[in-house]
């Protein structure tokens, strides 16, 4: 899905520029947690990668500081070439969408309507254009219908879609999503798929289903303890089964790597 | 309260008063109850004038006054002075149903009680014709500092978040058998409240961080609302010059 | 409610019309300077919590605790907001918590705002404040003094607070009743009140502490340095340019 | 896994009385959503069944009816003989435990420790056992190292953890799930798995992970629009293809029904 008509803001990226690119990345929480240790991670524009790892592991932490939500203790992290740093911080949010773990951190509008339009109005988009978008994206998470109701009197994994649906209506350039998945139900989890291949965008996800992972995304990070332990083809990762075992991680029951 | 939408007092219509833009609902009603006060206690009709004038309103507003009673019947405020009045107030004393009451004290209650009543029920008018989101325009166009309404529109999203994490703490609780009735011991009440500030405090905080990421700037993107035009100012302002009259003549006439 | 509430939103008609007045003016005046001097000590990271603060003193209000059989009082919140936001920042606060009330709640008389603002946003606040300065050495010490602080701050702010009432009362009273009468009473059932805003008042400012005391006006030495922690998103810029 | 060393308070449970009946139970929230329209269902004790279903079907709505948290519009629930209704709620609640899903609906207690221990308290457990109940808890969801920080500081999974332990620690005759497995690493999601299979006791769980319902429960049950719509061995449900097409259900890629 393209959350408007027309392609009003394509990428345009230089191609020797990375998308993203976080350089000796640290990070410790004020009581003390250190939750990043020296990551480095380099994304090309249009790709697509899974970041996977065992709870605790500084998933959802190294999410939050790709728009400048967390600052990093040591290191930076730097989109299409613009540090994240404050002058460019609204600039930084314009091209870098995240979707939240938690939707309830995401949906603060009285209905769902104006959720999903927030963030394009605040990105100047206005009139039909604005209502396009926002039915387009309600359209993709299969909310049209609940367009008029509030975010707080939804079901889980309609707040989950809705919480979707907020993100895709900015149409950001870098799309980084934590657990975009949990919650949905299986038609729903497939229909994402399904939106997400279509998009043209650089793509971060952060998942704990393994086949959602192979199945979305060439390229898998794995990260634990705060640091990136391996990095390569999402299928040659799951094929590893000693260093699926040492972080952590395992096919589902009954799935089998084709 | 649903954010910026409505509150527990608004009454959902689409009448002349509730198209009125806030600000001028807001300064009519200040001057009516300004009138009001400044009426002599002892003319006891003007005070029926006044309401009758406020029942036309809620005629044109289509608000049932038994709505207006109900409501007016829980907020009013039965402040202690007035209940006392009547026997700590001075002497000449009269006598009624066998008790000893102060002559200047019953007036005093009777002036409490029907101005606080009216100012009740004139606020009431207002509340239940004016959305939040309208009041906070209006207030915008009064004047009001912008830092003042950033801080208001930031409490009344806050409303929901502090009644979110209430709603969500007592379900934790009382799912895991606690029995609720403990809450009101002081120490407990007063610790579940020190927890619910944190916990709003750091839910609300990230909730701005996720409005933040989403380009918010510090003010909403504007909704377009149209511009107030002189003839809304004049159908507003009949009711204080009403009013205005009904005072004039009451302190004229006593 | 069935119980009396004597807690100090006052109604119209309890004083008359030019002390409503007047009173209106020094606080139009008063809290547009706040205005001004709120500026220096909120940015855009500061303002949502200033705006979580008076949601809460604004939720918290709706608690009413039992004083006296058939009365019973609720938190003014001078104290709490002049601790956790510092006394500009936190007239605005009740400023806005009163505004709110009677515009939206029919809480508190729409002429009787002005001598609220007076009593509850200036008086309140600024006493909260000059108590709660005073004892800064003590509350900086340990988590015990700044609790000792907020009670105390607490307790005084609400009893000045009423002698607020009671001047408006002797100028421009309506009622028949002396003023020595309105001052024992007032005085009295406020220092009642003031034992739950204190308890409150300590309880909120010794949670906050215990996880967040960069949240904490009084214990912030010079220039912030921004410290938040919490679960999800914590401490970085918040601000935009 | 028993969460206390003794087993202090056996089911002990008459089998001719169902553990959960719900009979023509209808729900309206006070917006005027109808989210249950007369559901029957029947569990007997040590039964495992999943509740399947879309997105916004009511198995949530249905879960907070079990101990009264929701009280319905019309019928009622019968738990092991006693309805869920005020003079019983106590009780009712002693017996059923439930883990919501949202973890941040489940904690609020300044530590780890503290949270797991308040329900076992609450329900008369003192000293030592309460010590051991809490221990043993923390230990089956892999976070007895966290126990003394606090849970609001816990990345998401984590969270779910706890949450879940202080479901386990009450040590519960029923034990009902809303999406236990979502935010767990996988091999968290397995070991819960080997837990919940490991106690003797009545499990009612909410899944969109249906060869997890196939690996834990034997029987499950599909709510659409409200209402039960299937019901039988789950095994024979996955393999209707029609039906599961009907209410947005579907085996994951990769998944194969051996
Ligand atoms: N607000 C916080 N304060 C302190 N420590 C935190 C905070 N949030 C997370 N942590 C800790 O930081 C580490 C990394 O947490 P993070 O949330 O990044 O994990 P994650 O990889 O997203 O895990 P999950 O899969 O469970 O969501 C964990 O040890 C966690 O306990
Ligand atoms: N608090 C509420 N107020 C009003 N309607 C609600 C509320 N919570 C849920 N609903 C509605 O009730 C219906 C059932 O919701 P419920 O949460 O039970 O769904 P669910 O089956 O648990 O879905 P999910 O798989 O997404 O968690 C939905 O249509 C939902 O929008
Ligand atoms: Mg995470
Ligand atoms: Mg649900």
């Known amino acids: 899905m393209s959350a408007h008509t027309e392609p009003a803001s394509p990428p345009a990226a230089d191609p020797a520029v990375a998308s993203l690119d976080v350089r000796g990345l640290d990070f410790a929480y004020p009581d003390g947690t250190t939750a990043l240790h020296g990551v480095d991670l380099r994304i090309e524009p249009g790709e697509r990668v899974a970041l996977l790892g065992p709870n605790g592991a500084g998933k959802t932490t190294l999410v939050l500081q790709l728009n400048g939500i967390l600052a990093p203790t040591g290191g930076e992290v730097v989109v299409g070439g613009l540090p994240v740093r404050k002058p460019h911080l609204q600039e930084v949010r314009r091209r870098v969408g995240i979707v939240f773990q938690d939707p ?52 889980g994994g309609q707040r989950r879609r809705v919480a979707l649906a907020t993100v895709l209506s900015c149409d950001p350039e870098i799309l980084v999503l934590d657990e975009p998945s949990s919650n949905l139900d299986p038609v729903a989890r ?39 332990v391996a990095d390569g083809p999402t299928r040659a990762l799951l094929a590893d089964d000693g260093m699926l075992r040492a972080h952590r991680l395992e096919l589902p029951f009954g799935f089998t790597l084709a | 309260m649903g954010a910026g939408h409505s509150h527990p007092l608004y009454l959902e219509g689409s009448s002349v008063v509730h198209r009125l833009p806030a600000e001028v609902k807001i300064v009519a009603a200040f001057l009516t109850v300004l009138c009001v006060v400044a009426t002599p206690r002892e003319a006891f009709w003007a005070f029926g004038g006044y309401l009758l004038l406020l029942a036309a309103v809620w005629a044109a507003a289509r608000i049932p006054p038994g709505w207006m009673a109900r409501r007016a019947l829980i907020e009013a405020p039965f402040v202690v002075l007035a209940v006392l009045l009547p026997f700590t107030g001075p002497d000449p004393r009269f006598e009624w149903a066998g008790l000893s009451l102060s002559h200047a004290g019953t007036l005093g209650a009777w002036n409490i009680l029907a101005k606080g009543t009216l100012g009740v029920l004139t606020s009431l008018t207002l509340a239940a014709t004016t959305p939040m989101r309208d009041l906070l325009l209006g207030l915008q166009r009064l004047r009001v500092p912008a830092l003042v309404l950033t801080i208001a529109t930031l409490m009344l999203r806050y409303a929901d978040v502090i009644a979110g994490e209430a709603r969500r703490m007592r379900l934790a609780r009382i799912a895991r058998g606690h029995d609720p009735r403990f809450l009101w011991q002081a120490g407990a009440t007063a610790r579940g409240i020190g927890s619910l500030f944190i916990r709003s405090y750091e839910r609300g905080e990230r909730v701005h961080l996720a409005m933040l990421s989403r380009g918010w700037t510090g003010t909403m993107p504007t909704t377009g609302a149209p511009a107030t035009v002189r003839s809304q100012w004049l159908v507003a302002l009949a009711l204080p010059l009403v009013a205005a009259a009904l005072a004039v003549t009451g302190m004229m006439t006593t | 409610m069935s119980t009396t509430d004597v807690a100090m939103h006052m109604s119209d008609g309890i004083v008359n019309a030019p002390t409503s007045l007047i009173f209106g003016v020094i606080s139009i005046l008063f809290v547009g300077l706040a205005a001004v001097r709120a500026r220096a000590d909120l940015d855009d990271r500061t303002a949502p919590m200033a705006g979580l603060v008076t949601a809460f003193v604004f939720a918290v209000q709706m608690i009413n605790f039992p004083i006296l059989p058939g009365a019973s009082g609720h938190l003014l919140g001078g104290a709490l907001v002049a601790i956790l936001v510092g006394p500009w920042v936190g007239t605005l606060c009740i400023t806005i918590v009163l505004v709110v009330q009677s515009l939206l709640f029919a809480d508190g008389g729409l002429t009787a705002l002005g001598t609220n603002v007076f009593n509850m946003a200036i008086i309140g606040v600024f006493v909260g404040w000059a108590v709660a300065r005073a004892m800064r050495g003590l509350a900086r010490r340990s988590r015990r003094g700044l609790i000792v602080t907020a009670f105390v701050a607490a307790f005084v702010n609400t009893v000045v607070a009423s002698l607020g009432f009671v001047l408006e009362y002797a100028i421009g009273g309506a009622a028949g009743a002396t003023t020595g009468t309105v001052l024992t009473l007032m005085v009295g059932f406020h220092a009642l009140i003031g034992i739950g805003e204190g308890i409150i008042t300590a309880a909120t400012v010794g949670a906050v502490a215990a996880v967040r005391p960069d949240l904490v006006h009084l214990l912030r030495t010079a220039p912030r340095v921004a410290q938040p922690a919490g679960r999800g998103p914590a401490r970085g810029e918040g601000s935009t340019a």
């Open chain 1, 190 to 228: 497939r229909e994402l798929a399904e939106v997400l291949l279509g998009l043209d965008r650089t793509l971060l996800m952060v998942t704990h289903d393994l086949p959602y992972a192979l199945q979305l995304c060439p390229r898998s990070v794995v990260v634990d303890g705060g640091r990136i």
């Open chain 1, 104 to 155: 309830d951190d995401q949906l603060f509008m009285p209905t769902v309507r104006e959720d999903v339009a927030f963030g394009p109005a605040n990105f100047g988009v206005r009139g039909d254009e604005l209502t396009a978008r926002v039915e387009a994206a309600l359209e993709a998470v299969g909310m049209a219908e609940h367009a008029d109701r509030s975010p707080l009197h939804l079901s």
